[in-house]
Nanobody, 124 residues
């Protein structure tokens, strides 16, 4: 049984920073790419960032590029999302997910297991 558990969400003022963590179990973590998505109320779940199995390749949506950094520690089965210069429009529930491939993908359908999400709220 694959499980993904996110943490690190919270309330932060615009311009501030947060780091999200996602711990995985039940799968050989180091073999698969990982991704972060987010979903705001009334909107579709959207891609945020992804990282390859070895951490050497990363990819970001245009809305977060230059502000967010995805990383992973395969020894700890953990993927991180460092979020800087947060904006009110970054407010959403953030989900980590694991893929069936070692390489970066951005479509929701390419991810097979999801965490429960962690809420990030950015105030003005």
């Amino acid at each position: 049984q694959v499980q993904l558990v996110e943490s690190g969400g919270g309330l932060v003022q615009a311009g501030g920073s947060l780091t999200l963590s996602c711990v995985a179990s039940g799968r050989t973590f180091s073999s698969y790419a990982m991704g972060w998505f987010r979903q705001a109320p009334g909107l579709e779940r959207e891609f945020v960032a992804a990282i390859s199995w070895n951490g050497r390749s990363t990819y970001y949506s245009n809305s977060v590029k230059g502000r967010f950094t995805i990383s992973r520690d395969n020894a700890k089965n953990t993927v991180y999302l460092q979020m800087n210069s947060l904006k009110v429009e970054d407010t959403a529930n953030y989900y980590c997910a694991t893929t069936r491939t070692a390489w970066i993908v951005t479509r929701k359908d390419d991810y097979d297991y999801w965490g429960q999400g962690t809420q990030v709220t950015v105030s003005s």
